[in-house]
């Protein structure tokens, strides 16, 4: 996002729009180019008296940030609006979960923070060594240039408001992703939120519970209804699912809940 200085009248109407506070205003309004994720909210909002906001063409690898922050920008790879991901939210028809499967969101960065590309690749690469199984059909797994969680080097540089890293892991095996998890944690600039997803009802769901409370995220069950998406395309998908949940910050949160889906990640030339 650009600020014509030949227009502005440095009112400061804009700076409350922008959910990174990348937004200053002196004689006029200056936007740190390094802090925008070109989400285009403050342009969008109509709220300059002189619309002195202005979009400009984006090339790789910064039209990234418009990717994953633009909530009207539908991404190259899945046709999705914002971040390009549908999340979990269809497992119903999908199923991408199975049964003895645990499915795990974390996404990085919330609005009024954002996240670095870089964090994105310290919390991948520890999942990678796990060997999880990464959804390719999601924005930060189509970034990814090998096995072990690494991003294309000409991203890590860039910004988003958010990203979702998705994976599948077998159930036995999560108390080692909450280890992962918590030490990556540690080591990144930027708030997350941790759900999990459990296919099975009952007790597969208070187990999962169980785990992701001694590892030190509080569970905070959450559920969700989708109405008209269609027939079921896997036998095992449409199950009454377990518990939810998901919160964030630092530590993070956890979730275990209802199946669902997710979203990828590629073009090297974009516009807006």
Known sequence: ML??????????????????GAITVGDVAVIDQDRCVECAICHRSGICPVDALELHWLTWPRLVRALFSDP??????????????????????????RPGQVGVGIELGRPGMGTSFRDVEVMATRLAALGVGFEPDNPVTQLMVDGAGHLRPDVLGE???????EFTVPQDRLPQVLAAVREAGALI???????????????????????????????????????????????????????????????????????????PVGGEEGTR
Not at 4 to 11: E, V
Not at 72 to 97: I, Q, S, W, Y
């Open 3 to 20: 600020v014509r200085d030949d227009l502005c009248t440095g009112c400061g109407l804009c700076q409350p729009y922008c959910p990174v």
């Open 72 to 97: 009207l920008l539908a991404h190259p790879g899945t046709g999705v609006l914002g971040r390009g991901t549908e999340e979990m939210k269809t497992n119903d028809v999908t199923g991408r979960f």
């Open 159 to 165: 910004r988003a408001l958010s990203a979702i890293i």
């Open 189 to 263: 600039e930027t708030v997350f939120s941790l759900d999990v997803i459990v296919p099975d009802p009952g007790r597969h769901a208070e187990e999962v519970a169980r785990l992701c409370r001694e590892a030190g995220f509080p569970v905070r069950p959450n559920g969700k209804t989708n109405v008209g998406l269609g027939h079921r395309r896997a036998a095992w998908a449409g199950g009454p699912g377990g518990a939810g949940s998901g919160t964030g910050g630092g530590a993070g949160g956890a979730a275990a809940g209802r199946g669902t889906g997710t979203g």
